[in-house]
C-alpha cells in the first residue's frame, strides 16, 4: 500500500494554497495520513482561527470513513440515516472541504481538509490539492 | 441472571460477520455486557476506520436504555421528546445498528454494535448476532 | 507494508488467552492496528472491568511510540526526561503489558495490550501473543 | 508587535528538519502564534506517531507561558511550586523540546515545539527554529 509522505503532503498544501489565492480567501489545509494522523498543516496568514480545529477534523473526517465530509452531511441531517454521526470520533465535519486522497489502486492513503472560505470555496481548494501529483 | 460469557459474544460477532459477508460489506462489531462494558470487538479487513467509535457507542446505547438504538432516533429529532439525548452518557448513537441481546426471561443481559454498512446493513448484521444461539 | 489482518489479530489473542489460562489470569487483550486503531478485544469471563481501558491504551501507546510501554515507564518516572508523557494522546500507560507486533522487515504493523493480571503476568500473555505466527 | 507569519513558519520548520536529519532523528515539529494557535505543523516520515499530540503541546506550553518546556518541568516535579500544573489548559508538556519564539524587541510572538527524538534531541531542533532568521 502507498504511504503518503511528507514531501507530497507539502506539495498538495502548497497546490491549494495557490488555488486559494487565486479565490481570494485564507484557508488552513491539514494533511492526514491512512490512519488519520496529521502529517502536515498550514494557515494562510488571515485565515480564521477557528477554521484551525475545522480543517484538522475535515481531515480526519473523510479519512475514516474514506468519503468526502459533504456526503457525511447528506446523511447526518435531522430525519436522515445517519443524524448524530457528527458527534462520534470526538467530532466529525459534517460539510464539504475535506476530501480522501485515493492512490492509483483505487485505495485512500490519506485525506486532505480545507477550511476558511465558504464551503464552494474550501471544496476548490481540497480539488487543487488532490489534483497535485503525489 | 444470565451473564454473557466471552464464548457467547464470540459466537455473536462470527454469526454477524457471516452475514456481513453475505450482504457483502465489511463492519465493526461490538459487544458489550450488562454493565456496558465492552467483551468482545471485531474489524473486518476493510471496515471503516470512523465505524469502530460508532459500533462500540451503538452497543452502549441499546444497553444503556435496554431498547435498540433506532428508537433511540425516534425520540431525539428536533422537536422529539428527548431532543439531545445522544449527547449525554459520552455519546450514544440515535440510528440503527444497536439492539439489545435479551435471554430467555426477557432480561437484558447485554448488547450488540455493528457499523459500517448502510443501516439497514448494520441493523441485519446486528440481527444475525441476537439469533445466535447463546 | 504488511497489513495486520483481523484474522491475524484473533490468533495472537487467542494465544494470549491460553497463555493467561496457564498462569490462571483472566485478562483483557486488544489488539490495534499501524494507526493505534482496534483491531480485535477480548475480555475473559471474570476479568476486571477497570483493564478494559488499560489494555486499550496499552496497545495504543506500544503502537505510538513503537516500543514495550514498560519503556515509557522507565522515562516517565517523576525526576526523567518524560516526566508527565502518560497524560498526553488522551492518556498512555507506563507500565509493562503493552507490547509492539513486529514483521519480518522490523517494521511496526500494530500492538498487544494485556491487562488483568500483575504487570508480569500481563507482559507473558502479550508476548504469548506476539509467539503467535502472524 | 511583530506577527509570525505563515513563510516564517515554513522557514523555521524546515531549519529545524535539516538539524533532525544531521541527528538522524524524524520529527514532528509545531509552530504556534503569539495566541498559541497552530500556524504550521510538520510530521517527518517515519516519526512517532504519538510525537504529533506532543509536539503541538509543547509549542502551546511554550507560547501559554512565554518560557521554554523545560522550566515548566522544573517546576512540575512533585513537591515543585507549580506540582500538577501540566494537566491544565487541556495538558502542557513538562520536558524539553518546546521553545517560545522572540522578537528583536524582547516580545514572544509565538512558539515551537518538536517531539521525536529524546529530550536533547528535540530540544537541540527547537534551537535550530530558532536560528532561522524570521
Redesign the interface.
Known sequence: ?T?L??QDA?RRTEAGMVQADALGVAVNIAVV?????????????QAW?GS?DIALKKAK?A????MPTAVIGQISQ??G?????E???DG?ISFGGGLPIIDEHGRTVGAVGVSGGDVQQDTEVAEACLSAAG
Open positions: 500500500m504511504v509522505t511528507l507539502v495520513d491512512a490512519g488519520g494522523h496529521l502529517l502536515h498543516f498550514a494557515r494562510m496568514d482561527l484551525i473526517t479519512m475514516l470513513f474514506r435531522p430525519g440515516p445517519c443524524y448524530g454521526i458527534a462520534t470520533n466529525l
